[in-house]
């Protein structure tokens, strides 16, 4: 008889996946695969560095004083993307947590490029470095070609999607404060894989 290795499916998470507790989503999420496909082009980068924000109790998240135009899409269905400009030039991308009504969502802070590497390159319009090219949240954004057309887009779509990957053990998880804020600054709410060189910064709590 032979016994065969065979690798494990990788699997698009299905939507209940995103009704986790926001904290326990954002460590969940590592080691995913997020994909887009642009113009039959398969862009594949596993997920390496995330933050939590949520509505209760967290003066940084978009959401803290209510529901606006804006950040309706956080109060919205989980699973989808909720993306937003900033700085008049940067887009960033977060997965819309928890049940609808409140309103809770995980940045996506850095990827580790997998696959369509000579595409994000093109998108990025610099000849950098695979480790530079989705060291960040605008970067990766840019480097996947997400935009606020993308806002509110289901996580179940053929296009857009992410899928299981590999899991992360606790304990080669970093948890940290996040960075890029001026409020809620003490919340250990920033996770990364340890001595993963695709981060966008190495910070001690």
């Not at 529901?67 to 887009?91: D, E, I, S, W």
């Not at 053929?158 to 960075?179: A, H, L, Q």
Request: some cysteine; overall charge positive; charged content about 25%.
């Amino acid at each position: 008889m032979t016994i065969r290795n065979e690798k494990p499916v990788d699997k698009i998470l299905p939507s209940a996946f995103y009704l986790q507790d926001t904290l326990t989503l954002a460590k969940a999420l590592l080691g995913k695969h997020f994909t887009r496909i642009i113009h039959g082009k398969k862009l594949i980068g596993k997920i390496v560095e995330t933050e939590a924000y949520h509505e209760d109790g967290d003066p940084s998240c978009h959401a803290h004083r209510g529901k606006t135009p804006r950040n309706a899409v956080m109060f919205g269905q989980p699973g989808c993307l909720y993306v937003y400009f900033t700085y008049g030039m940067h887009h960033c991308m977060n997965i819309v947590s928890e049940p609808e009504d409140i309103a809770a969502a995980v940045l996506i802070r850095a990827l580790q490029p997998l696959e369509g590497i000579e595409v994000m390159q093109k998108n990025r319009g610099k000849n950098i470095s695979t480790r530079q090219l989705c060291s960040g949240p605008a970067k990766l954004c840019q480097a996947f070609d997400i935009s606020k057309i993308q806002n509110g887009h289901s996580l179940q779509s053929k296009d857009i999607y992410i899928s299981s990957g590999e899991n992360i053990n606790d304990d080669d998880i970093e948890v940290t404060t996040r960075i890029g804020i001026s409020k809620g600054i003490d919340l250990p709410w920033r996770f990364y894989i340890k001595n993963n060189p695709y981060v966008s910064k190495l910070k001690a709590l």
